[in-house]
């Protein structure tokens, strides 16, 4: 996960130092030696590089997707109770993706930073609780509450042409759940500090009650 952050930031980094129109909407023969301007070729190298990029990394998510499926599947101590109830954690992450993907295309292309902002904080809060209750052991809900909101808000833009000051509602759900992660977040720290007795920034000095000889 942390690689894929990474990667994430060095890709966004490099973006503010290229073109990025003239690169990402280049062919990819622009780029590929003559070896590769073959027939059977033409139909990948004709691609932009967006499209190609975009494409690889689809084919990619899938392939570690099915790897994690089948890992954990395929665990010893793992029963199909288990299983079953794991892959009902990913409910809430599922239905985020179609309820954007639910969006009228000119809402993704207009309003494509809001979305993003959006989704990115929705799926930063469910990510947290999930990565946290497994390490404590405890109960995750596969239905999270917090992305009711956003989903009924998908519904009524794909159902109202209508809708309108679509900018201003989506920063105020944006806003919303970023008071949730933050509230969230908070929360989980005082509850840890408090079960492990530390601090969260600072190195908590031990009381010794033991009188010096």
Known sequence: MHQVNYGITLLTLSNTFIDREAFWHSTLENFLPAAFHVEFMKP??????????????????????SMSFLRVYTHKDMSNKEFF???TKLISPLTLVIATFM?????LTLYTREVSLTVGLMFCLIT????????????????????????LFSIW???????????????????????CLLFWCKVAIN?????????CFTIKEKH?????K
């Not at 990948?44 to 084919?59: D, N, P, Q, R, Y």
């Not at 794909?158 to 105020?172: E, H, I, Q």
């Not at 010794?208 to 010096?212: H, I, M, V, Y």
């Open 103 to 107: 969006l009228p295309g000119t809402v």
């Open 191 to 199: 509850q840890i500090c408090a079960r492990l007795d530390i601090n």
């Open 208 to 212: 010794n009650d033991k009188k010096g």
């Open 128 to 151: 947290n609780k999930m990565i946290v209750f497994s390490m404590a052991k405890m109960a995750y809900a596969s239905v999270q509450i917090s992305i009711i909101p956003y989903v």
């Open 85 to 87: 109830s794991a892959v």
């Open 157 to 179: 833009i794909k159902y109202d042409p209508n809708f309108s000051n679509l900018r201003y509602k989506m920063l105020v759900i944006a806003l919303w759940h970023l008071v």
């Open 44 to 65: 990948f190298i004709s691609l932009h590089v967006v499209h190609a990029c975009i494409t690889i990394w689809g084919a990619a998510t899938v392939v570690m997707i």
